[in-house]
């Protein structure tokens, strides 16, 4: 089967051709390192064999779980970076408190 076929029906396998090329990637580098092939094909090389692993189905891309986001807003206030960040002084000075490099009695503008 020719590289082009094992890309068309691999692509139909996995949602987009960026998540095939990491998946192949992944796995030509776990054939490299000496994990068996998944299929008996000895005449092609790694990366035509985890196409074909992939096309037939014997591979697929694992999707982490999605991390839980607050449901209130509650909850968004008062976690941790939240509270870290805005427990923070604020560090700006007010115009009375800088000290001026004006000579004393010197009009500011003059």
């Given at each position: 089967m020719p590289c082009q076929d094992l890309e068309v029906k691999a692509l139909e396998k996995v949602s987009n051709k960026y998540a095939l090329t990491v998946l192949v990637c992944k796995r030509v580098k776990q054939l490299q390192r000496g994990a068996k092939p998944l299929i008996a094909e000895d005449t092609l090389d790694h990366l035509d064999i985890a196409l074909k692993e992939i096309a037939t189905g014997k591979i697929a891309p694992v999707t982490p779980p999605a991390e839980p986001t607050p449901d209130t807003p509650e909850e968004v206030e008062t976690s941790p970076e939240v509270v870290a960040q805005t427990s923070q002084p604020d560090s700006?000075?007010?115009?009375?408190?800088?000290?001026?490099?004006?000579?004393?009695?010197?009009?500011?503008?003059?």
């Open positions: 700006i000075e007010s115009p009375d408190s800088v000290e001026s490099n004006d000579p004393p009695g010197a009009a500011a503008g003059a």
